[in-house]
């Protein structure tokens, strides 16, 4: 653009504003056409930027102020430094929306992916800054916007780089604030540099059908208008453009095919009021065949970012599914727009609740007791998530919950010491367990004791009673903050369990306290025991440690295959066609580290790598150790030997069979020896597994039977 078009689109900008607001931007851009020939771009900044950007704010319908910052920003980002009285030229909103914006983006760890998720702090000082105001993150999501439909210009790494941070920070965050408008693009956008192939893929198939498509849909708005015109209701009605990336994240998710999904053909209908939607949600339904599972009232029970609309899905013409949206003009307004929209109709004089709904998630994000940076990240990608369940508490209000979680978790949404304690819950009227997982409309009702004190069983990922990240970090809180000793003592337990189930007892705990940057073993225990460090990673570590050394025997490199046809879930390094069986000694299942032994007789025999008879046999005849390894497609499952001692309850057994009911493993065998002397039952039992997950998934929840005193694997 010439300085005559720049002028003239400057005109037109400045006129959608009343007169009194445009001394802010008259300043700003004034600054802008005496610094701008001297500005050295910064990295991905083109000559256009800025105007791309102000064009995304202005359809953002951002204020005055906004636009004003952004102008600002423009001129700091790229080496300007503002002196105080051109400073002083300006409102102190606009200075500190331009501050903030500034100094967040100036932190290395804003602009890759992988640096955000190893240091919250950046994500940390961007909440804050929102909740001071919010508008500063229209800057941000704008901003990156322009700079990602630049990137098709840029090179392969840098599109990848600009792509998996817009997957991690901006996309969720224009979700959460319910700027669907930026959302929808940026996504499309980030899809189209990290997965190329799939992308094309899929434009194609909607580029070749989309004649036959707007022919459909045409006619079904055709047809609505004359019934809704019947009717005698108002509406306003046009096809929906969709969204690349939304096609293929619904085509992973159910596992479809293009032509399985339900809405490829879509429709909107726009009315004025509520009373509205229901009548045109009547007439639809009356005109074509629903399908009653695809239909969703996200107007009795908003999404978490307050998205609110009809969906239904119908049968037209030929047999064709098509999607149908009804809402109102304000409801799609915010749908667009989401926290934008708060600021075209603010006065002062009102409260806006959509808008307060809006941020409060980043407020009670802040607001945890848990200042751990990493905590941190996982509770904004659990907020974050797309996917969100809404039930209900016995007094009807509705609680928003990601989808996946319990009632333990929607014990925490509620109130932090209801969560504390939990006892019991009731789901529909009836007694669940804790660990049962919710659905949209279900009832909740959570049974309390008089005493706040959570199970440290809820921190175990195996046992399922939590999925939030945020509720996880209120009980580890709560652990961390109710007595060390204690913590000591339950964490030592609950690794030498862990250890000993494996048959890692002789592990160095040095090397633990090494990997974690910890001088005490009581350090470890502690952090053990209110889940600041998980188990299952002590167990990967202890296996590494303890797996025996590579030698030039026993030096695993790319393993052939013993035959194509074998059965045997082993492959074996050089050697075809050879027999190769499980030892009964140690019983490896897939995932355990094994090594193999040629025997006189019995071709090869694979055992378990810490296996007593493996290691007495390879230092005594080296030569007969043979590299082995698992077959990657192994598809059958191994039985294990596992010893139990419980408290002599009738209910045990009974307990027992339902979680490996529930795991999906099956029983080879099963005794029980009762102690009556001491009142304990000594229960050997054999059990088919798929892989060592598997079996490290039945140990946990074992583990978590009434009545237990201890479980481990035999050989």
Not at 492 to 505: M, N, P, Q, R, S
């Amino acid at each position: 653009m010439n300085q005559i078009d720049i002028q003239i689109w400057w005109q037109n900008l400045k006129l959608k504003f009343p007169e009194k607001k445009q001394e802010n931007l008259n300043n700003a851009f004034d600054l802008i056409k005496e610094k701008s020939t001297n500005l050295n771009l910064n990295g991905n900044i083109s000559k256009n930027h800025l105007r791309f950007l102000i064009e995304v704010l202005n359809n953002l319908q951002a204020d005055d102020e906004v636009i004003t910052a952004a102008l600002l920003f423009h001129l700091v980002r790229n080496g300007e430094d503002l002196s105080n009285e051109t400073r002083s030229a300006f409102s102190d909103k606009v200075l500190f929306i331009l501050d903030e914006i500034t100094k967040v983006t100036q932190f290395e760890w804003m602009n890759d992916a992988e640096a955000l998720r190893n240091n919250g702090e950046a994500l940390r000082r961007l909440l804050f800054a929102m909740i001071k105001d919010v508008r500063l993150v229209l800057i941000l999501l704008a901003d990156q916007l322009v700079i990602l439909r630049a990137a098709v210009q840029f090179p392969e790494t840098e599109q990848k780089r600009l792509a998996q941070l817009s997957q991690t920070l901006h996309a969720p965050l224009a979700n959460r604030l319910g700027i669907w408008q930026v959302k929808w693009e940026i996504e499309d956008l980030a899809f189209r540099y990290l997965k190329p192939d799939e992308y094309k893929e899929i434009a194609k198939l909607l580029s070749e059908r989309r004649s036959d498509r707007e022919e459909f849909i045409s006619h079904s708005i055709k047809q609505l208008e004359s019934k809704l015109d019947e009717m005698g209701v108002k509406a306003e009605i046009a096809g929906r453009p969709k969204h690349i990336f939304s096609i293929y994240k619904k085509m992973q998710k159910k596992n479809l095919t293009f032509d399985g999904l339900f809405d490829i053909r879509a429709i909107r209908v726009l009315v004025d009021n509520l009373s509205d939607c229901y009548a045109v949600l009547g007439i639809v339904h009356s005109l074509w065949k629903h399908i009653p599972k695809e239909f969703d009232d996200y107007i009795a029970m908003p999404k978490g970012n307050n998205y609110q609309s009809l969906h239904t899905v119908v049968i037209g013409k030929g047999g064709k599914t098509m999607e149908v949206q009804i809402r109102t003009y304000q409801m799609h307004e915010h749908a667009e727009l989401g926290v934008a929209a708060h600021w075209r109709y603010k006065d002062g004089s009102k409260q806006d609740v959509s808008f307060d709904n809006k941020v409060n998630w980043m407020r009670q994000l802040l607001s945890s007791d848990d200042k751990d940076n990493d905590d941190l990240l996982a509770q904004f990608e659990s907020e974050t998530e797309e996917e969100r369940i809404y039930v209900f508490t016995p007094s009807g209000d509705v609680i928003d919950l990601s989808a996946g979680s319990t009632v333990v978790d929607f014990a925490y949404q509620v109130h932090t010491e209801v969560g504390h304690r939990t006892r019991g819950a009731k789901v529909n009227g009836n007694i669940v367990p804790l660990t049962t997982t919710l659905e949209t409309g279900d009832r909740v009702e959570i049974l309390t004791s008089k005493i706040a004190k959570p199970s440290r069983d809820w921190l175990s990922e195996q046992a399922g009673y939590l999925k939030s990240a945020r509720a996880k970090a209120k009980v580890r809180h709560w652990f961390r903050a109710n007595d060390y000793d204690q913590n000591v003592i339950v964490g030592k337990e609950t690794l030498d369990k862990e250890l000993k189930k494996f048959a890692l007892e002789e592990v160095d705990l040095s090397r633990f306290l090494k990997k974690y940057n910890l001088h005490e073993v009581d350090t470890l225990y502690a952090r053990v025991a209110t889940g600041d460090i998980s188990v299952n990673q002590l167990l990967r570590l202890a296996e590494e440690q303890l797996r025996p050394k590579e030698t030039e025997y026993f030096k695993i490199s790319k393993p052939v295959q013993t035959s194509q046809n074998s059965s045997s879930p082993f492959l074996i390094e050089g050697l075809m066609n050879v027999m190769a069986t499980k030892a009964n000694c140690c019983n490896p299942v897939l995932g355990d580290v094994i090594g193999g032994f040629i025997t006189r007789t019995r071709g090869v025999s694979v055992h378990r790598a810490d296996c007593e008879n493996y290691t007495r046999m390879i230092s005594e005849e080296p030569e007969r150790i043979i590299p082995v390894s698992w077959k990657e497609d192994t598809n059958i499952s191994f039985p294990v030997n596992i010893k139990i001692t419980a408290h002599d309850r009738k209910s045990f057994i009974k307990d027992l069979s339902s979680v490996l009911a529930n795991l999906k493993a099956n029983i080879d065998a099963l005794s029980a020896k009762p102690d009556t002397t001491h009142g304990i039952n000594n229960i050997e039992l054999t059990v088919r597994v798929h892989n060592f997950e598997h079996l490290n998934q039945i140990l946990s929840r074992i583990s978590t039977i009434e009545y237990l005193i201890s479980v481990r694997r035999v050989a």
